[in-house]
């Protein structure tokens, strides 16, 4: 059973950067699509960025630029440096594995963690 668990949330001030963990473990043959996705209140889960296990990577349009997805399949772990934050990049984050393709989360979910941009 894969198990995924992210880290690295918290509360930064406009135009400034943080960067988000994900440990995978068990089940390493289910794990192709690595991905994170974020949640603000009254929204719907969105795709923010993925990268597959070749180091394929997709972004959201309003994370172009500004994120960047990496992976190290050695020690099965995933980030995202996200700089230039914006006030509506506040949402809670998630980890996913196990995708196939860009349109479908895969089955495994993290716990998710809270990230804050305000003044």
């Known amino acids: 059973q894969v198990q995924v668990v992210e880290s690295g949330g918290g509360l930064v001030q406009p135009g400034g950067s943080l960067t988000l963990s994900c440990a995978a473990s068990g089940g390493f043959y289910n794990i192709r699509i690595m991905g994170w996705y974020r949640q603000a209140p009254g929204e719907q889960r969105e795709l923010v960025a993925g990268?597959?296990?070749?180091?394929?990577?997709h972004y959201q349009e309003a994370a172009k630029g500004r994120f960047t997805i990496t992976r190290n399949n050695a020690n099965h772990t995933m980030y995202l440096q996200m700089n230039s934050l914006k006030p509506e990049d506040t949402a809670v984050y998630y980890c996913?594995?196990?995708?196939?393709?860009?349109?479908?989360?895969?089955?495994?979910w993290g716990q998710g963690t809270q990230v804050t941009v305000s003044s």
């Open positions: 996913n594995a196990g995708a196939v393709g860009w349109d479908l989360a895969g089955p495994y």
């Open positions: 990268i597959s296990t070749a180091g394929l990577t």
